[in-house]
T-cell receptor, first 111, second 115 residues
Framework: GEDVEQSLFLSVREGDSSVINCTYT??????LYWYKQEPGAGLQLLTY?????DMKQDQRLTVLLNKKDKHLSLRIADTQTGDSAIYFC???????????FGGGTRLMVKP | KAGVTQTPRYLIKTRGQQVTLSCSPI?????VSWYQQTPGQGLQFLFE???????NKGNFPGRFSGRQFSNSRSEMNVSTLELGDSALYLC??????????????FGSGTQLSVL
């Protein structure tokens, strides 16, 4: 079955690194994604990783994938107040755009 | 390039009524997907349309339906509204290529309140 879980809340200080974690249960995931949602807005794709990769870096963002433990993480370096938002991880199992999302992690960045 | 446009932005309906939501994808995108977002259930996939055909369907009752027009614009319809249908309905568009990673671009959503 498909189930994606995230912790609900994370608070960090401006300038620190943030690490948001996600676990999933379906080992047949093809791609895994991180989306950001700000209040009153839709979802913004931040980054993604193919299931045969371990790590992907994109400017301040680093995605780590541990396929054995079915664990995905997003590290945001030098976190800024503008990074305050809800972050969703999602997995794509098959062809098409049917994604399974986690419940979201609310990131609060304190000045 | 204009983004994904959803109309209306807000909608208030009463139980038993029906509602139609509209989504205009990014120019050149042929796939439109719909998601429901609620505080309790989170983000759930409703359905995906590609070239006017439903390509994938989530686990929602038949009261939820959709269609796609030849210009790729899509509508979703909810009949016999229930209080639990109150949600943010998000539309996402993409090129529609299935054999590689697809970037989904989301609209700002339609906030539906059922009274």
């Amino acid at each position: 079955g498909e189930d994606v879980e995230q912790s609900l809340f994370l608070s960090v200080r401006e300038g620190d690194s943030s690490v948001i974690n996600c676990t999933y249960t379906d080992s047949s995931s093809t791609y895994l994604y991180w989306y950001k949602q700000e209040p009153g807005a839709g979802l913004q794709l931040l980054t993604y990783i193919f299931s045969n990769m371990d790590m992907k870096q994109d400017q301040r963002l680093t995605v780590l994938l541990n396929k054995k433990d079915k664990h995905l993480s997003l590290r945001i370096a030098d976190t800024q107040t503008g990074d305050s938002a809800i972050y969703f991880c999602a997995e794509r199992l098959s062809a098409g755009n049917m994604l399974t999302f986690g419940g979201g992690t609310r990131l609060m960045v304190k000045p | 390039k204009a983004g994904v446009t959803q109309t209306p932005r807000y909608l208030i309906k009463t139980r038993g009524q029906q509602v139609t939501l509209s989504c205009s994808p990014i120019s050149g995108h042929r796939s439109v997907s719909w998601y429901q977002q609620t505080p309790g259930q989170g983000l759930q996939f409703l359905f995906e349309y590609f070239s006017e055909t439903q390509r994938n369907k989530g686990n929602f009752p038949g009261r939820f339906s959709g269609r796609q027009f030849s210009n790729s614009r899509s509508e979703m319809n909810v009949s016999t509204l229930e209080l639990g249908d109150s949600a943010l309905y998000l539309c996402a568009s993409s090129l529609g290529v299935t054999d590689r990673n697809e970037k989904l671009f989301f609209g700002s959503g339609t906030q539906l309140s059922v009274l």
